[in-house]
């Protein structure tokens, strides 16, 4: 069963700085994909960044290319757990979210990856930004 674990949101100010991370289990990730995405009450899921595992190559939504960074951490042993960060910068209140990690087949992380393209997801972690 894959399962898929969020920590590290919070309280930040604009301007601050946070690292969310997502530890991943139940899923050889060699094939597949990690990506971040995030929900404003009452909208829909928005995709901010993905990583396709065996490769690394990342990719990023407009509205948070060069402020956020995706990165992984791969197991050192099979059926241990992976971990995919999400390093967010120079925060405003606009991020104010609840961000998910999710997995996805690796070829669903590109350029137009959408809410659509995950099969699990993580259970969601508050991001909270005062001005």
């Known amino acids: 069963q894959v399962q898929l674990v969020e920590s590290g949101g919070g309280l930040v100010q604009a301007g601050g700085s946070l690292r969310l991370s997502c530890a991943a289990s139940?899923?050889?990730?060699?094939?597949?994909?990690m990506g971040w995405f995030r929900q404003y009450p009452g909208q829909e899921l928005d995709f901010l960044s993905c990583i396709r595992w065996s490769s690394g190559r990342t990719y990023y939504a407009d509205s948070v290319n060069g402020r956020f960074a995706i990165s992984r951490d791969i197991a050192a042993r099979d059926n241990a757990e992976n971990t995919v960060y999400l390093q967010m910068n120079r925060f405003t209140p606009d991020d104010t979210a609840v961000y998910y990690c999710?997995?996805?087949?690796?070829?669903?992380?590109?350029?137009?990856?959408?809410?659509?393209?995950?099969?699990?997801w993580g259970q969601g972690t508050q991001v909270t930004v005062s001005s």
């Open positions: 139940g899923r050889t990730l060699s094939m597949y994909a």
């Open positions: 999710a997995s996805m087949a690796h070829l669903r992380c590109g350029g137009s990856t959408s809410n659509s393209d995950p099969d699990y």
